[in-house]
């Protein structure tokens, strides 16, 4: 980095040069002589920020930092001139173990290396400061590393070292050695450090001067890098992401430096520039997650209401062990209201977690009565055929019509897209391309993007919109709240600025008489794209050549909306939106007859949101509203009971008597909610006191905190999506759910809320209130939310019952199911895996693998996580193996053993060596 300096030995750094050359001169020196002691002039936060970027561990003087120093490992001290005695004092004192492949060590040397160094036991190392022990594998987390790492033990030596993912606890590749702290190891020994303080004039025969500020205006941006690169200068490019440098390289030749600055520099003299990604979109935020931790995602808990196929609907009692025809087996208890149901884990695909309407308990089915249960299958199966014979006919119908066939991409296209500030997202750029492709057909587009908030569908929906006006064609934008009209008016006129393309809002928020011209204009093609509520129905409004309609969250309109809609289809290319998500099962059957796109993956640096869970306290209000405001930020404060607001308000204003506060519920009229929503957005609002009426799918950036009283009375669900009103900008949030004094500590609905705050990491143990959510929502999607059939059998089963029937209708081959047996021990032992959450998660996994390849992956996730498996869980992952194979052979039982196979098929039993059967499969 900066070769062109030549050797620096410098006695001082310019206070007037821009942090990111600051940075840059500290990364080198700290490389060169392994540490520097920096006393700063003023603020250090951005130097502090821009140097860890740049892989330097900086540490203040005066705190604790011994765990962020390693051998080899550069550091950047920062703290006034008289404390560099007492930092060099204590490098003298730092011992450390060095872990590498081969290396002899007792686990439980190594465990009490660790407890002493202040790292903290757990069961699973989610967060920097934890480690784990399970068998011969510990995980460790130090808070100075980027990523946890595995140590696997054979014996007392070491076998391997990985790096893991602490969301999906994966290895994601191999680790050379680590340092870990340890009292008892090699003294570090005291390095060279060059104490450097900041003065107003320059150590360097040259000027340095700062980049002009570009305020998140990417456009700016690069035109200031084409200005320098015409002029002759060489631009290293500071970023995190490769992604970034490849789009800038596209536009100017440039070097890509690992790293972020947050205030870049230029040398005239030597004509060079540096840029980076942090002038314009800084990332204070860590990667998004790879994906569920998948205990938490398929995991029952004890006491959940679940639904067995054939006896209908129960309470889970949790796993036991049993014998059965002499093998031990690890079974699911049901209760049921006249007795008790074991279900072997083999056979857990027949048991679904009951989902219905948020707070309905259903009543438990009787095991003496199965033809009740059966009567109310077969008439929620009749209904579901209902259901899909008209989903299927509509698709039928959509497919033959034909519309207008856009052009492919303009050069204005590129350049749009160039200038997106993020990554797409693998599942985001498909949906591109999915839309683009419908829209260059000559077919009539109808095409469903669900994706949940945050996730990156408005980008689509611009992108198409763009696409569609450079085609000369009009585009209608149809929200269903005016709150949502106002964000979405605001990130395409944004977004848009510098094309001639002009966005217009209609809705409540806009005068009456300007709302009348710009209809006028609609008309007469002077707006490209308008955005609305329902107002854009209205029977006044007329478009000169309206191309697109897009559509956010049809479901929420009123049925003569629908209708109404339901017209304008059949002429238009429509794009529908949805933040519903939808369950897999249903998405798949869906996906064969619908063109829809889903967006999963999270995107790059959606950062989590710190929960709190437990007592109300006055005191902690105050200092969790007060850390909001000090950060410049918002606050929402949710009571879902209107009985008590006013108090609550009184006491708000007696802690805040300079804040603005302002109280919103229900009861009140829509403009006055309206109002104080927009407000809120705007900034005009501190604190928003309000009932549980806060409104999913709209971005409030600066909004932070959230503080939730009598949290036990809402849904996990319900405070999911709360949570998800908080930590939408590039501040890490906080959510405190307060539970009222004197709540049952052992209850339901407390364990439920310490799940949400364990599981806080995006897409991680909350997967449990998503899929209850992304079932009842498709239960809207489809308008069957309301079906007495629906909730009678629970919406898991309902939308299987729908998927089957629609794979009938489309000629596909009904699954086969085949039945496992063991006649040998096939479980996982509690001494391999105690964790009974987690092997009930295993267990439903492997009941509900569809191929091989799926098991494969089980067994090897389990022998990266836990070590070698024990032969009673070999013989379980081998069973499942040989049941995929012998349905496809038409075989209707298995009952295996490591040495002997019996198969039944039409009646027929036929035995096989296991070895034989190992063979044919492979």
């Not at 929402?636 to 804040?659: H, K, Q, S, V, W």
């Not at 092997?839 to 996730?861: F, G, H, K, N, P």
Request: glycine fraction near 8%; charge should be negative; aromatic fraction near 8%.
């Amino acid at each position: 980095m900066l070769e062109a300096l030549g050797p620096i030995e410098v006695p001082h750094l310019d206070s007037r040069w821009p942090s990111g050359f600051k940075s840059v001169m500290l990364a080198r020196i700290a490389r060169e002589k392994g540490g520097v002691f920096f006393s700063p002039e003023g603020d250090y936060e951005d130097i502090r920020a821009e140097l860890r970027s740049l892989g330097i561990a900086v540490v203040l003087a005066g705190e604790g930092w011994e765990e962020a120093v390693a051998p080899g490992r550069p550091v950047v001290f920062i703290g006034q001139s008289g404390e560099v005695p007492a930092v060099l004092r204590r490098l003298e004192g730092l011992r450390f173990t060095r872990i590498a492949k081969g290396t002899v060590l007792s686990l439980e040397e190594l465990t009490r290396a660790l407890s002493e160094a202040g790292i903290v036991r757990v069961d699973f190392v989610e967060l920097p400061g934890e480690f784990s022990r399970r068998g011969g594998i510990v995980d460790v987390f130090l808070p100075s590393w980027d990523s946890p790492v595995r140590i696997e033990f054979l014996g007392d030596a070491v076998e391997s070292l990985r790096e893991f993912s602490p969301i999906t606890q994966r290895s994601t590749g191999p680790a050379e050695e680590v340092w870990l702290p340890d009292p008892h190891g090699t003294p570090l020994g005291v390095r060279e450090i060059v104490h450097l303080g900041e003065d107003p004039s320059s150590p360097l025969p040259f000027d340095v001067q700062p980049n002009p500020e570009f305020k998140g205006d990417v456009a700016l941006f690069y035109a200031h890098a084409k200005d320098l690169a015409s002029r002759g200068y060489n631009i290293l490019f500071f970023s995190l992401e490769e992604w970034r440098f490849r789009r800038l390289n596209e536009v100017v030749p440039c070097r890509w430096e690992r790293g972020e600055l947050r205030h870049g520099f230029l040398i005239p003299d030597l004509r060079l520039a540096g840029l980076s990604s942090g002038e314009i979109v800084p990332t204070e935020r860590p990667a998004a997650p790879q994906g569920p931790r998948i205990e938490s995602v398929e995991a029952l808990c004890e006491g959940d209401f679940v639904v067995h196929i054939d006896y209908g609907v129960g309470r889970y009692a949790g796993l036991e062990t049993v014998e059965i025809g002499g093998a031990l087996y690890e079974c699911a208890v049901v209760e049921y209201l006249d007795g008790r149901l074991l279900v072997p884990s083999q056979d857990l695909s027949r048991l679904t977690r009951y989902v219905g309407p948020e707070g309905y308990s259903p009543p438990l089915s009787r095991l003496s009565r199965p033809t009740e249960w059966l009567r109310r299958r077969s008439r929620a199966a009749a209904d579901a055929a209902r259901v899909a014979r008209e989903i299927v006919f509509t698709a039928a119908i959509r497919r033959s019509r034909k519309g207008h066939a856009f052009g492919p991409d303009t050069p204005e296209q590129r350049e749009l897209e160039m200038a997106f500030p993020y990554p797409e997202t693998p599942d985001q750029e498909k949906a591109i391309e999915d839309v683009k492709r419908d829209m260059e057909s000559d077919k009539v587009m109808e095409r469903l993007v669900a994706g949940d908030v945050g996730f990156g569908k408005t980008e689509v929906a611009l992108r198409a919109s763009f696409k569609a006006v450079m085609d000369g064609k009009q585009v209608a934008i149809l929200v269903p709240t005016t709150l949502l009209a106002l964000q979405h008016t605001r990130t395409f006129t944004e977004r848009l600025k510098g094309f001639p393309v002009r966005v217009e809002m209609v809705s409540r928020l806009v005068p009456p008489k300007k709302v009348k011209a710009i209809l006028e204009e609609l008309k007469e093609g002077k707006v490209d794209i308008v955005i609305g509520t329902h107002r854009l129905l209205g029977k006044d409004v007329g478009f000169r050549d309206l191309g697109l309609l897009v559509i956010d969250e049809e479901h929420r309109f009123g049925v003569k909306q629908k209708e109404r809609l339901k017209r304008l289809k059949l002429t238009v290319d429509t794009l529908l939106m949805t933040a519903t998500p939808i369950p897999r099962t249903l998405s798949m059957a869906l996906g064969e007859i619908m063109d829809m796109s889903v967006i999963e993956t999270p995107p790059l640096g959606r950062q989590e949101t710190d929960t709190w869970v437990g007592e109300f306290s006055e005191r902690l209000v105050r200092a969790a509203i007060n850390y909001e405001l000090n950060r410049n930020g918002q606050v929402f404060y949710i009571r879902n009971r209107i009985e008590g607001l006013a108090e609550r308000e009184r006491m708000l204003r007696r802690m805040f008597p300079d804040a603005r506060i302002r109280t919103v519920h229900g009861r009140l009229p829509g403009k006055e909610i309206e109002s104080a929503f927009s407000d809120f957005y705007e900034g005009r609002i501190d604190i928003l006191l309000s009932t549980a009426i806060v409104e999913s799918g709209v971005d409030f950036p600066r909004a932070n905190t959230l503080l939730v009283e009598q949290s036990e009375l809402f849904g996990l669900s319900e405070l999911h999506q709360l949570r998800g009103r908080v930590g939408r900008g590039s501040v890490r949030a906080r959510a405190y759910f307060f539970m009222s004094k004197g709540a049952d500590k052992n209850s339901r609905a407390r364990r439920r809320l310490e799940a949400l705050a364990r599981y806080h990491h995006i897409g991680s143990g909350i997967k449990i209130a998503l899929a209850d959510l992304a079932i009842r929502g498709a239960g809207d999607l489809l308008g069957v939310a309301q079906h007495g059939h629906a909730r009678g059998v629970g919406y898991s089963l309902y939308f299987g019952l729908i998927a089957e029937a629609i794979e009938r209708l489309t000629g596909k081959e009904p699954r086969r199911e085949t039945s496992l047996k063991f006649s040998a021990p096939a479980f996982i032992p509690e001494s391999y895996l105690a964790d009974q959450t987690l092997r009930m998660a295993y267990y439903t996994r492997l009941s509900e693998a569809r191929t091989v390849q799926e098991i494969d992956d089980i067994e090897e996730e389990m022998r990266d996580r836990f070590g070698p498996l024990p032969p009673e869980a070999l013989c379980l992952l081998d069973g499942h193996r040989i049941r995929l194979w012998a349905a496809g052979e038409g075989y209707e039982e298995v009952t295996y053993s490591p040495e002997r196979v019996r198969l039944l098929r039409l009646g027929k039993e036929e035995a096989w060596p296991t070895e034989e059967i190992m063979k044919v499969m492979l």
